[in-house]
């Protein structure tokens, strides 16, 4: 398998498991009795904390690799 499409597939799985991260939080919250703003709101955090452990794991191992 070439270089890019190893990324590729890397970058899509991160993304797919970032948008179910993101589903299990917003479910969570509103179980939780939030309102929908209020979930919606920790759904997005919890998006964006999935893709940036994505991207300081994939720095610490560049960096080991180098």
Same mark, same amino acid.
Request: charged share 5%.
């Given at each position: 398998?070439?270089?890019? #499409?190893?990324?590729?597939?890397? #970058? !899509?799985?991160?993304?797919?498991?970032?948008?179910?991260?993101? !589903?299990? #939080?917003?479910?969570? @919250?509103?179980?939780?009795?939030?309102?929908?703003?209020? !979930?919606?709101?920790?759904?997005?955090?919890?998006? &964006? @904390?999935?893709?940036?452990? &994505?991207?300081?794991?994939?720095?610490?191992?560049? !960096?080991?690799?180098?």
């Amino acid at each position: 398998m070439s270089g890019l #499409a190893f990324i590729l597939l890397t #970058a !899509a799985l991160v993304v797919v498991i970032a948008l179910l991260a993101t !589903a299990v #939080a917003c479910k969570l @919250a509103r179980l939780d009795g939030t309102t929908y703003p209020t !979930a919606l709101v920790r759904a997005a955090t919890t998006f &964006a @904390a999935v893709l940036t452990l &994505a991207a300081v794991v994939t720095t610490a191992l560049a !960096a080991v690799n180098s």
